[in-house]
């Protein structure tokens, strides 16, 4: 059988094998990748989402840089004035099934720094080009809890002046020339020094912690990674049995005799 294996056909065969049990690794690995990324976001929701509020700084000290992964959806809570002009829309933002506008603005801390805050989303205005009235953030002194969430990437889109393409932290500091802290905040609460709960936009809705079919798509693909070889093998034993009864010399089954059938013997 290693003869008939080594022909051009079957050496094809084994290298299309090969190349589907590769593809199906790496398939798993990128779907188990997934599993483990959604998992870690599960956990870190669970730990923190629901936990009491702590200072901005002891999760995210002043003077930092990148924004700590294991931080993702800390409770926090800051204290500090929005700053004059300092909104953003960003657009194409789901909720529910309806596309609308998150709104961004800058509170300025204590120390100096700023830090930028998700105060909630939208629906779109009746037209494109025209932006959705948005309740106005509230001046004077503001305590704010809400959640620690790292920037997104920027999508190189070109948008009027106050909105964008996404929450990309790096273009609200070069518009607006203030030293952010590497993280916005979603959020929760807000408070005025009087005590008042100001107006606000709808609130985000909670993050889902639903890790999704990544786990059982991992195990299928490396499931399905053989099944190439075992075909092989297959076909490969079946032709090499078949060539043993018709080769020369070689002993072939003997052939069962024709049942006549009762009709048969009358047409006669």
Not at 88 to 114: H, I, K
Not at 117 to 134: F, K, Q, S, T
Not at 139 to 156: D, K, M, Q, Y
Not at 204 to 229: E, K
Request: net charge neutral; with cysteine; charged share 25%.
């Amino acid at each position: 059988m290693s003869r008939l294996l080594l022909t051009r056909r079957w050496l094809t065969a084994l290298l299309v094998a090969a190349l589907f049990a590769t593809a199906c690794v790496f398939l798993g690995r990128w779907q188990w990748g997934r599993h483990v990324e959604k998992t870690h976001r599960k956990q870190l929701i669970e730990q923190y989402y629901e936990a009491p509020p702590v200072a901005l700084d002891e999760p995210l000290p002043g003077g930092t840089v990148t924004f700590p992964d294991d931080q993702q959806w800390r409770h926090v809570s800051i204290e500090g004035e929005y700053v004059t002009g300092g909104r953003f829309m960003v657009r194409n933002r789901p909720q529910r099934v309806t596309y609308g506008y998150e709104v961004l603005d800058v509170v300025r801390l204590p120390a100096g720094d700023t830090v930028v805050v998700d105060r909630g989303w939208v629906p779109n205005a009746e037209r494109a080009d025209i932006l959705p009235e948005v309740p106005p953030a509230p001046s004077g002194p503001v305590r704010i809890t809400g959640w620690l969430r790292p920037g997104e990437e920027a999508l190189g889109r070109d948008l009027p002046a106050g909105q964008l393409a996404s929450i990309d932290l790096a273009e609200v500091a070069r518009v607006t020339g203030l030293q952010l802290r590497p993280t916005y905040v979603v959020l929760d609460a807000e408070r005025t020094a009087d005590g008042a709960t100001p107006p606000r936009p709808d609130p985000l809705i909670p993050p889902s912690t639903d890790t999704g079919p990544h786990f059982a798509y991992a195990l299928q693909w490396w499931g399905a990674a053989p099944v190439g070889f075992v075909l092989v093998f297959v076909y490969l034993r079946r032709e090499y049995r078949d060539s043993l009864g018709e080769g020369e010399g070689r002993p072939t089954a003997p052939r069962r005799p024709r049942k006549t059938r009762i009709w048969d013997e009358e047409d006669g």
